[in-house]
């Protein structure tokens, strides 16, 4: 690297992209050309993603603060400047959803959507209200008060809760108290009568404490949510002795790990604030000293802005996008041909969700159930969606007799518990599960199935870069492939063995396999890009993924770019790779696309000097994916397939409209589109594909420092 650049300079930091990346979900809220309801969908995200951020990211970065370990990023702050700027960020954020909030429900009104108050229901609607509430509500609720014979209660992560204050009328002393939200009852209820109006359940609550408190003056209810310490810590446990029984463990203390935000009312009296501080802080976590007055956002009148999703369902057509079907792959549209004969005629390539989950990926499962010369499934499951037909597959495939292993993982964030119960599901069912490693995730998406057939036993695979998944397999865009390849199917079939035996498997004919080879194998190819470039040979980079974080492969994309190879990064999240450094990275753009779908895909494509190479696969660019979690990365072969990744590509690059490009500064500006609109997203859903038969384009970042500028094709 060039001496004048300081090495932090070269690197942006990770917590402060994913801010950024937040704020261009949040500006999808904002963009009056998306749909109301649409609109109202991405505010919700951008909430549930911030809670995680929070669980996650931010109380990791001050347990570092608290014991005192040095913590620097790739940029050179620490943990406490970390926490600083995030804190900033994060309130300027804050500000601008709130003001969305404000604005779409004013939008919504005329449209006849409406949150309102208790006090603004007529005498018939307000008495229907309180009959709901003491048919359903009431028996549901449990009043708990703090006093010295009741101490502070537990209250669990990310729920709703009210605190309420009560007078004594016989011997005038003031009581403290807590009421917990349900979560599983429905956040709004429906006004009778009133087609698309609601209240909020605990504006209900707080209007009927009476109940709850008999003899009692309500003095005032406020509500408040905490966020809690989330991560799950396994990096003590070796060879733990039931990995099952230790998850379900830590998932449910994870519950009430220490405080990290709390979030209040914006009328709550201070010496409630006050309380609520000292008792988190004392009661609930006594080794927790930093939570602070600092640590208190006021969050408005409506608290977990993410159940605004159940609100963005509503079925008004004219306020959300325009229903799709998705399509069948034309290899696939004959009902009476084998799924099995058309792979072996031909490898497969699918693109979800425009083309069609079930048509695809679980009629291949369903058939390898149902043919009686399969003679094994294997499969691995990140997350998944419950009682699917994948499911319902694997299942009817191990009662008909046929061997079925599934790897587990029981470590997918956020999804612990459901995973653990369809683990046991399947288990009783007589699947073999499996669950990997204590100190590595499963995060490959493969599926093999073996079939006994004339010329002897052949493999046939699924390869992936989403989940098997039928809920986000029609909101997040993925890419798979379906192959009998020989040497796909060898390598497949050891990866599976390394996870359901003992093995320390590194070779693989075909694969990229982390933590196996994947790292050292992707920089041996940025690295060949920039030979063929210094030999004057065609020389290209494009990569397609959720995040860019690893500094290795960074320092290789920025050696490649000062050899002359063109590179292009379609990154949707995190990069911490900065563009456009005169001498370093002047050959490298980075694009970034926000809209309807939530990218999803991982796709690397390399020029190698004409003799083009395509990859496909469930790792992202970062750390934990190359050292910390097992992925599998495989090549896409032959001309037709080549030609469909190379469109998709393009169409992506060529993006006018949810396009977001990053500049040196670290400054992300969306692009506004110059006569035609190019949505890739529009473009997909009518193709799949977004056919095109000409070569990657570049796409040149105009000057960081002229955000309107308009990009230029070449």
């Not at 500094?551 to 190879?565: H, K, P």
Request: with cysteine.
């Amino acid at each position: 690297m060039p001496d004048m650049h300081a090495q932090e300079t070269l690197y942006l930091n990770r917590e402060l992209c994913w801010l950024a990346f937040n704020a261009r979900v949040l500006h999808e809220a904002t963009d009056p050309r998306v749909p109301l309801l649409e609109r109202l969908k991405f505010l919700a995200i951008f909430s549930s993603n911030l809670d995680e951020f929070f669980m996650v990211r931010v109380a990791g970065l001050r347990r570092h603060l608290e014991s005192g370990t040095s913590h620097t990023a790739a940029d050179g702050l620490s943990a406490a400047d970390q926490l600083a700027a995030i804190r900033t960020r994060v309130s300027g954020l804050l500000t601008e959803r709130r003001q969305c909030l404000e604005h779409l429900l004013q939008e919504l009104r005329p449209h006849g959507v409406r949150i309102i108050a208790m006090h603004e229901l007529t005498g018939p609607e307000r008495r229907a209200i309180d009959e709901q509430f003491e048919s359903a509500i009431f028996p549901v609720l449990t009043p708990l008060a703090v006093d010295p014979s009741h101490p502070f209660p537990n209250v669990s992560n990310l729920s709703v809760s009210l605190a309420v204050e009560v007078r004594d009328p016989e011997v005038g002393t003031t009581h403290f108290a807590r009421v917990k939200v349900p979560a599983r009852l429905t956040r709004w209820l429906a006004v009778p009568g009133r087609a698309h109006e609601f209240v909020p359940l605990e504006q209900v609550i707080g209007e009927n404490l009476e109940a709850l408190f008999p003899g009692m003056e309500v003095l005032g209810w406020y509500a408040f949510r905490v966020t809690r310490y989330s991560d799950l810590e396994l990096t003590n446990l070796e060879d733990p002795d039931d990995l099952l029984a230790t998850i379900e463990e830590r998932v449910f203390e994870r519950r009430f790990g220490e405080v990290i935000r709390l979030e209040v009312q914006d009328d709550m009296p201070q010496h409630l604030r006050v309380l609520l501080l000292e008792e988190l802080r004392d009661a609930d976590f006594p080794a927790q000293t930093s939570l602070s007055e600092a640590d208190i956002e006021n969050a408005g009148h409506l608290l977990d802005l993410s159940d605004m999703l159940a609100l963005s369902q509503l079925e008004i057509p004219e306020l959300r996008d325009p229903p799709f079907t998705a399509s069948v792959p034309h290899e696939l549209r004959d009902p009476d041909c084998s799924i099995f004969d058309v792979i072996r005629e031909r490898d497969i390539l699918v693109h979800h969700p425009f083309d069609s989950f079930p048509a695809t990926v679980e009629r291949l499962l369903q058939s390898a159930a149902k043919d009686e010369h399969v003679l094994a499934i294997k499969l691995t499951l990140y997350r998944t969606s419950g009682d699917t037909a994948i499911v319902r597959a694997l299942t009817e495939a191990a009662q008909g007799g046929k061997q079925v292993a599934v790897l587990v993982e029981l470590k997918a964030r956020v999804d612990e518990a459901n995973n653990i119960t369809w683990a046991r599901t399947l288990e009783d069912y007589g699947v073999h599960v499996a669950y990997g490693s204590a100190l590595l995730k499963t995060h490959t998406k493969v599926a093999l199935i073996v079939r006994q057939e004339p010329e002897g036993l052949r493999r046939y695979v699924h390869i992936g870069t989403g989940n098997y998944n039928s809920r986000t397999a029609r909101l997040y865009t993925d890419v798979g492939l379906f192959t009998c390849s020989p040497s796909i199917g060898a390598d497949v079939s050891d990866l599976f063995n390394s996870l359901t035996g003992i093995s320390r498997q590194r070779l693989y004919r075909k694969l990229l396999v982390a933590p196996a080879n994947m790292r050292d194998r992707f920089i041996e190819l940025i690295e060949r890009e920039g030979e063929h470039a210094r030999a004057g040979r065609p020389a290209r980079i494009v990569a397609k993924m959720n995040a860019l974080v690893d500094a290795v492969v960074i320092d290789a994309l920025y050696r490649a770019s000062q050899a002359g190879v063109e590179i292009d990064l379609i990154v949707r999240g995190i990069c911490c790779l900065r563009p456009g450094i005169p001498g370093v990275s002047d050959n490298i753009r980075v694009l970034s696309i926000v809209g309807r779908f939530l990218e999803h895909s991982r796709i690397f494509h390399f020029g190698n000097g004409g003799e083009e190479e395509y990859y496909i696969g469930s790792a992202d660019w970062m750390p934990r994916n190359f050292l910390r979690r097992v992925e599998a990365v495989a090549p896409v072969e032959g001309p037709r397939l080549q030609a469909r990744l190379r469109s998709l590509l393009r169409t992506c690059l060529e993006d006018n409209r949810q396009a977001w490009e990053l500049h040196a500064s670290g400054t992300w500006h969306q692009r506004k589109p110059v006569g035609q609109i190019r949505s890739a997203h529009v473009r997909l859903l009518a193709d799949s594909w977004g056919e095109a038969p000409e070569p990657i384009p570049n796409v040149k970042v105009p000057d960081a420092g002229s955000p309107q500028a308009q990009p230029t094709t070449e």
